[in-house]
């Protein structure tokens, strides 16, 4: 039977706003480089000064924005960069990103993985050949070269604590020739990397870096008291949104095709409110809580009897394949409630540029000391949502209580109030709305690519100049 005319431009259109989307999704697959973090957790107020930091740290100046990059010194510098793992949590990706805008100003940039799974695995396969296409080399981080690369470079980074096994297992004896161009920089705030096994040359590195005032004092206080280490100087350095996606969040028609295109793959109207929590799943990362606030709220609604559109709850970050106990808890919660028809699981990705774009309100569940930073947050800000927030970390140097977000206290303490929480954003559109075009200029004042660059270029000519100095 032939097509009728109407069937016909239904399918044209149909077929137009896939390739619309195919093509936009290609262009931002590299620009959220950050996604899922995992990264452990603290707390500290707001800090209104762009640069600033914590009592003994270094402060940085105010920056501004260079008709050229802020890094362009760096040009045919020799950058070695050593990574703990390669892996979509966040440590590897910021310095996957670091790598990137090195090589943009014409560095030389090499990287090694410490710790590789024997077997192949399609996760490194693909962020390996993201480097190589961007001109980083990959060298085996036990070979020769790798030992040869950290004597000759100018610069070595070191990313994440459990990086620092790398020094003795490998440099041996050329450690105190590399340790004063080193620049440490850290994302953890969980108790057990604080190991003198990871982080003895701290002390005599050139320089500390570190995503928050409230991680930078909680490693001071800890490494003096745990392990009775000084730490270097050490500098705080917020990070900033990539000019990827910050086109994508800017732009009015791609949001809207992304968001029409997520929420009917869900079976979520246009006019539904869709919370999402998008990290990867574990306890720490507090989507437990989560869906059980999520579960209270909706028992909020239906007892005061508010009128509210359809609610539903996305978690972005999941891995069935891993069958972890979490996970399975996580689900069984769900269909114990008899939710399954408002809670959407959303296996782990590097690119979560349409489910912002598809969401209402983003929740940042963190537990414990919270987030280091929170990338993610900063994302969800540049897209003009508004943020629930635990008050903890770093989230409480991005979001502004009552004016770009809510917080709420972490762990049991926090279900009901992230609820009601989640009810006033629901009840109230107008509140909704303000709070996240708040958020997205903060974004624009001091959370984009640009400020990061300058701050990070501070600190590079820092160690720069420390290790010329020294040499």
């Known amino acids: 039977m032939a097509k009728s005319p109407s069937s016909s431009s239904f399918h044209l259109q149909s077929l137009k706003k896939k390739k619309w989307l195919l093509t936009i999704l290609a262009l931002f697959s590299i620009s959220t480089l950050i996604i899922l973090l995992m990264r452990a957790n603290d707390s500290h107020s707001c800090d209104d000064r762009l640069f600033s930091g914590t009592k003994d740290s270094k402060t940085l100046p105010k920056s501004s924005s260079p008709p050229t990059s802020p890094l362009y010194f760096m040009k045919s510098k020799l950058v070695l960069m050593v990574s703990h793992e390669l892996s979509l949590s966040g440590g590897p990706l910021l310095l996957m990103e670091l790598a990137f805008l090195l090589r943009g100003v014409g560095a030389e940039v090499v990287w ?10 399609e996760v490194v396969y693909s962020l390996e050949n993201k480097m190589l296409d961007r001109g980083v080399q990959i060298f085996n981080a036990k070979g ?17 604590a459990v990086a620092g096994k790398w020094l003795d297992a490998v440099l041996k004896d050329n450690v105190p020739r590399v340790l004063p161009k080193i620049l440490w920089w850290i994302h953890e705030m969980r108790g057990h990397y604080f190991k003198l096994e ?8 050139a320089a500390a870096m570190i995503d928050s005032h409230t991680t930078a004092e909680y ?67 507090g989507q437990d809580l989560f869906l059980r606030s999520f579960h209270e709220s909706l028992q909020i609604i239906k007892e005061k009897k508010l009128q509210v559109p359809p609610m539903h709850a996305m978690v972005v970050g999941s891995d069935m394949s891993a069958q972890t106990k979490f996970e399975t808890e996580l689900r069984n919660f769900v269909t114990e409630k ?8 959303i296996n ?34 540049a897209f003009q949502l508004p943020v629930l927030g635990t008050a903890a970390g770093g989230t409480m140097e991005i979001v502004v209580n009552e004016t770009t977000g809510l917080l709420h206290p972490a762990g049991k303490d926090g279900v009901t109030p992230l609820a009601r929480n989640m009810v006033k954003l629901a009840t109230h559109v107008e509140r909704r709305l303000t709070m996240g075009w708040k958020g997205y200029e903060r974004v624009k004042e001091r959370f984009l690519e640009h400020h990061m660059a300058e701050r990070i270029a501070y600190v590079l000519k820092e160690v720069l100049r420390k290790a010329k100095n020294h040499t």
């Not at 990871?198 to 590195?205: D, N, R």
């Open 338 to 345: 008899k939710i399954q028809n408002r809670v959407h699981f």
């Open 198 to 205: 990871f982080v003895k040359h701290l002390p005599y590195v």
């Open 112 to 121: 090694i993985t410490y710790q590789k799974p024997a077997d192949a695995d």
């Open 219 to 285: 490693w001071k206080n800890r490494t003096k008291e745990r392990l009775g280490l000084k730490m270097p100087d050490t500098f705080v350095v917020h990070l900033g949104n990539s000019k990827d996606l910050m086109e994508v969040a800017e732009n009015n028609v791609a949001k809207r095709v992304l968001r029409e295109y997520v929420r009917s793959t869900l079976g979520v109207q246009n006019e539904d409110l869709l919370f999402a929590i998008i990290n990867s799943v574990s306890r720490g990362k």
């Open 348 to 381: 782990k990705t590097l690119t979560v540029a349409p489910y912002l774009a598809s969401i209402d309100v983003l929740v940042q569940n963190s537990q414990a000391r919270g987030e280091c930073f929170g990338r993610i947050t900063i994302e969800a800000m």
């Open 144 to 160: 020769q070269k790798a030992i040869d690369t950290a004597l000759k470079a100018d610069l070595v980074v070191l990313n994440t």
